[in-house]
């Protein structure tokens, strides 16, 4: 239901961008958001908009981070700049809504790894 895409491998100081697509019988998406997660830790929160836009930031990447989001294409991006070696994670799309059967869902995606090393 969600489809992540744009990991990769970057030099540290450079940026990568990362889409989540949602598809299915979907009425509305409330929250979108982009979380990550390092072997031995917990998944943390990095990002997360609002269908009217608002957002929020971990501390760690506010600043070097922007998430938006395209209503109409049901899709999340994470522009990520500045990279840091502690970005290096595995990052997974999670999205919060509506189905057309008005049940709520709340959908993660397979997960992307993103990791910086020169």
């Known amino acids: 239901q969600l489809q992540a895409s744009g990991g990769g491998l970057v030099q540290p100081g450079g940026s990568l961008r990362l889409s989540c697509a949602a598809s299915?019988?979907?009425?509305?998406?409330?929250?979108m958001g982009w979380y990550r997660q390092v072997p031995g830790k917990q998944r943390e929160l990095v990002a997360r908009i609002t269908r009217a836009g608002s957002t929020n930031y971990a501390d760690s990447v506010r600043g070097r981070f922007t998430i938006s989001r395209d209503n109409a294409k049901d899709t999340v991006y994470l522009q990520m700049n500045s990279l840091k070696p502690e970005d290096t994670a595995v990052y997974s799309c999670?999205?919060?809504?509506?189905?057309?059967?008005?049940?709520?869902?709340?959908?993660w995606g397979q997960g992307t790894l993103v990791t910086v090393s020169s």
């Open positions: 299915g019988t979907i009425i509305v998406i409330n929250n």
């Open positions: 999670n999205a919060v809504g509506l189905t057309s059967g008005l049940a709520p869902f709340d959908y």
